[in-house]
C-alpha cells in the first residue's frame, strides 16, 4: 500500500473513532452520547478496506480492458460491502466527512492501480451513503 492510501485510510477510519468516542472534555460533552456504531463496525470497516487494496493488488495487467472490468468490479464489491455495514449501523458509521474520505480512497487506489478515472465518482452508481 502506497503511502497516500495509508494516509487516506488511516484518516477516515480515525474519524469514525474520534467521533464514536465524544471526548469527556469538550463543553458539550453527553454522557448518554451513542454514535449508533461500535469498534467492531469500525475495525470491519477497516477490513473491507483492507481486502479491496489487497483485491487491487493482484490484479494483473493482461491488458487495459480486463484491468479496468477487474478494478470496477473490485470498487463495486467494496461499494455493497460498505453499504451493508452502513445499514446495519442504521446510516451512522458513514457520515459525510466518511463518505468522502471513504470515495476519495476508492478512488485513488482504484487510479494508483491503473484505471484512469477523469475526476469521475465511480463510486456512484452503487453507493447508498
Request: charge should be negative; charged fraction near 35%.
Amino acid at each position: 500500500m502506497t503511502p497516500e492510501l495509508q494516509a487516506l485510510k488511516d484518516k477516515t477510519l480515525a474519524s469514525m473513532v474520534d467521533y464514536m468516542r465524544n471526548d469527556e472534555e469538550d463543553a458539550d460533552h453527553d454522557p448518554e452520547f451513542d454514535p449508533g456504531y461500535t469498534q467492531a463496525e469500525v475495525d470491519r470497516c477497516a477490513e473491507i478496506v483492507d481486502e479491496y487494496l489487497a483485491t487491487l493488488a493482484a490484479i494483473d495487467e493482461a491488458s487495459e480492458a480486463k484491468r479496468d472490468a477487474a478494478i470496477l468490479a473490485a470498487v463495486e464489491r467494496v461499494v455493497l460491502q460498505l453499504n451493508r455495514l452502513n445499514e446495519d449501523s442504521e446510516g451512522s458509521l458513514i457520515e459525510t466527512d466518511q463518505r468522502e474520505d471513504l470515495c476519495e480512497l476508492i478512488i485513488a487506489a482504484a487510479s494508483h492501480a491503473g484505471l484512469e478515472t477523469e475526476g469521475e465518482d465511480i463510486t456512484e452508481e452503487w453507493r447508498e451513503w
